[in-house]
């Protein structure tokens, strides 16, 4: 798989359930950043979890990132049909030192009411 | 909260022709960013511009593309001549001095060539 690619790619849950989004990747980085995107509209940033952080909690997202296994999972806890959208994982690149972020494919959100 | 702002919204020019996006990034980031996302497509980055200069640039960002920083708040992607497949939504983004500053994006310019 591609630099920051996203499990499931769609993903039907009803209201009130909880949501989770995994990210793999396959270079070393210095943070892994996970972004909102509503249909036609910009990208939200949500969370950025540092590469020596295990799990990051911000309100109902946890974030956890294992270094070990190039992968991070975005949890959305008591979904709500707001939460309908595109998730995307964003990873910088630690080697180079460069900022240019690389997107994944996206995980489709629908969050039945 | 502060925000990017992206003009024009919506932005519809007939191939060959020149465009200008603009963007006012967070009046404090240090760093500013273009990307762009082809219709069901990922979203890709083009350049990174700090300190008046171009920082980091992908291959996509050729001799048709250029940036720059007119003033004090702005950040413009020119496009020349520009082609069909240039049809996309272009983000621009701006971030803080430490390499584990987020990146915020604006709403995005929708390019449509015809």
């Known amino acids: 798989s591609q630099q920051g690619e996203e499990d499931p790619q769609a993903l039907s849950i009803q209201e009130g359930e909880n949501a989770t989004m995994n990210c793999s990747y396959k270079?070393?980085?210095?943070?892994l950043q996970w972004y909102r995107q509503n249909s036609g509209r910009g990208l939200v940033h949500l969370i950025l979890?540092?590469?020596?952080?295990r799990e990051k909690h911000s309100g109902r997202l946890r974030v956890t990132l294992d270094t070990s296994k190039k992968s991070s999972s975005l949890l959305i806890t008591a979904s709500r049909a707001a939460d309908t959208a595109s998730y995307f994982c964003a990873t910088d690149a630690w080697d180079t030192g460069r900022r240019a972020l690389t997107f994944g494919s996206g995980t489709r959100l629908q969050v039945q009411p | 909260e502060p925000e990017v702002t992206q003009t024009p919204s919506h932005q519809v020019t007939q191939m060959g022709q020149e465009v200008i996006l603009r963007c006012v990034p967070i009046s404090n980031h240090l760093y500013f960013y273009w990307y762009r996302q082809i219709l069901g497509q990922k979203v890709e980055f083009l350049v990174s511009?700090?300190?008046?200069?171009?920082?980091?640039k992908s291959e996509i960002f050729d001799d048709q593309f250029s940036v720059e920083r007119p003033d004090g708040s702005n950040f413009t992607l020119k496009i020349r001549s520009t082609k069909l497949e240039d049809s996309a939504m272009y983000f621009c983004?701006?971030?803080?001095?430490?390499?584990?500053?987020?990146?915020?994006f604006g709403d995005g310019t929708r390019l449509s060539i015809l």
């Open positions: 511009f700090y300190n008046n200069e171009i920082s980091e």
């Open positions: 270079t070393s980085i210095n943070n």
């Open positions: 983004a701006s971030s803080g001095q430490g390499l584990d500053q987020p990146q915020h």
């Open positions: 979890i540092r590469s020596n952080e």
